[in-house]
């Protein structure tokens, strides 16, 4: 049997071929990772009883700044990670409301 090597962490890349391989890897998660969170999109379609309780903007506001202060904390650039955050929450309310129709047609 035929196991994949883990990713080179990413100070020990000597290459692109390992780089490439790690970003590749952490594709991988990423997207394992929003299924994840569109389950939970797909739990709250579910159990919330009423549409306009959807688009939380008080919710989205802390979302987004929990996504910040994350950011801020590890270094990475914050404007890319509030933009990235911005497009996932407008795309899961999105998501969300069309579940929630889909729910109760």
Known sequence: M???PSPVEPANCNDMTEVRAGV??????LVELL??????????ARI???RSSVRDEA???QVLKNVHDSATGLGIPVEVVA???ERLVEA???YE???WDANRA
């Not at 590749?24 to 998660?29: G, N, R």
């Not at 299924?35 to 709250?44: K, L, S």
């Open 92 to 94: 899961s309310i999105a």
């Open 2 to 4: 035929n196991s994949i």
């Open 59 to 61: 919710r989205k506001q």
């Open 97 to 99: 409301l069309d579940k």
């Open 48 to 50: 919330k009883s009423e």
């Open 35 to 44: 299924a994840v969170r569109f389950a939970y999109m797909d739990a709250a």
């Open 24 to 29: 590749d890897a952490v594709d991988t998660q």
């Open 83 to 85: 933009d990235l955050w």
